[in-house]
């Protein structure tokens, strides 16, 4: 199921958005044109990625920064931890992500 979370211009290039997607808290990226989405809630001690500063693919969480890529969801110090990610479409001007299961 597809949720639109916002417009396209909401969420400019370089920068995230929180959004609620059903009962999930996402972390919405913006980079160069490009929507991704992570879970929005890190998993160290659960800060706010949206509000991370972001560099070209990765995310650095604002609490203690540890630092993600938002294409993969994947931990740059482990990559073995990835982050759960969601897919991400524009319809016209709607952001929608997909909500998963
Ligand atoms: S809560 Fe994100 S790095 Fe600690």
Sequence with gaps: MWTT???VDECPPGSGKEVVVGDRLVALFNVDGTFYALDGVCPHQGGPLAKGAVQGCIVTCPWHGWQFDVRTGEFQLRKALVQPTFEVR????????REAG
């Excluded at 524009?90 to 992500?97: D, G, I, K, R």
Aim: glycine share 0%.
């Design 5 to 7: 979370v916002c417009r």
């Design 90 to 97: 524009v319809e016209v001007e709607a952001v929608q992500v």
